[in-house]
């Protein structure tokens, strides 16, 4: 069964970067496209962004696009997400999510998050 | 403001039945396919339903899954306290070329 470990998270003041990382373990993981989801205190989820499977292809939520930048190494099994830019409405536990080999229409597999927090 | 629509919250007894509904549109639902995810406070969401209907194995049978149009319905049967949780419904929406998620329900076990 597949897994995936998200870290870089911390404290960060607005105006600031930080770069997460999430490493995939026990699936293909180069076969599927990979996304960031997010989750403010208290709030619902929101998708952020995800990655083609050879890195060509990138989508971002509008809120996000042109300060967020996701990429993969493959051959590392994972992904990233550098932020910049940071606000206070940045914060968040950031998730990482796949498909499967069961769907590749839904995120099977999650990480247990990182916790981004942006503040003076 | 999520382009999805979901009730706050659903409630029932024990052994009782609830449904959440998912209203979107043809950018989303309408002509893609739907997830359901439930998720436990302070852990990361699970699937219990893909492709509008279809369950992970280890899902009871007790979840169920439908679409019709631009709208979807989470069914739970047989309520029990171990479903208290946040359910969440999500989909890719073609217009925004995002996925997007409902803004969630809350299901309490009375």
């Known amino acids: 069964e597949g897994q995936l470990v998200e870290s870089g998270g911390g404290l960060v003041q607005p105006g600031g970067s930080l770069r997460l990382s999430c490493e995939g373990f026990?699936?293909?993981?180069?076969?599927?496209?990979l996304s960031w989801v997010r989750q403010a205190p208290g709030e619902g989820l929101e998708w952020v962004a995800n990655?083609?499977?050879?890195?060509?292809?990138?989508n971002y939520v509008g809120s996000v696009r042109g300060r967020f930048t996701i990429s993969r190494d493959n051959a590392k099994n994972s992904v990233f997400l550098q932020m910049n830019s940071l606000r206070a409405e940045d914060t968040a536990i950031y998730y990482c999510?796949?498909?499967?080999?069961?769907?590749?229409?839904?995120?099977?597999?999650w990480g247990q998050g990182t916790k981004v927090t942006v503040s003076s | 403001q999520s382009v999805l629509t979901q009730p706050p919250s659903v409630s029932a007894a024990p052994g009782q039945k609830v449904t959440i509904s998912c209203s979107g549109s043809s950018s989303n639902i309408g002509n893609n396919y739907v997830a359901w995810y439930q998720q436990l406070p302070g852990t990361a969401p699970k699937v219990f339903i893909y492709?509008?209907?279809k369950r992970p194995s280890g899902i009871p049978d007790r979840f169920s899954g439908s679409k019709s149009g631009a709208s979807a319905t989470l069914g739970i049967t047989g309520l029990q306290t171990g479903d208290e949780a946040d359910y969440y419904c999500g989909g890719w929406d073609n217009g925004l070329g995002a996925y997007v998620f409902g803004p969630g329900t809350k299901v309490t076990v009375l």
């Open positions: 990655i083609q499977q050879d890195g060509s292809g990138k």
């Open positions: 492709e509008n209907n």
């Open positions: 026990g699936f293909n993981f180069g076969n599927f496209w």
């Open positions: 999510a796949s498909p499967s080999h069961m769907t590749q229409q839904a995120f099977d597999i």
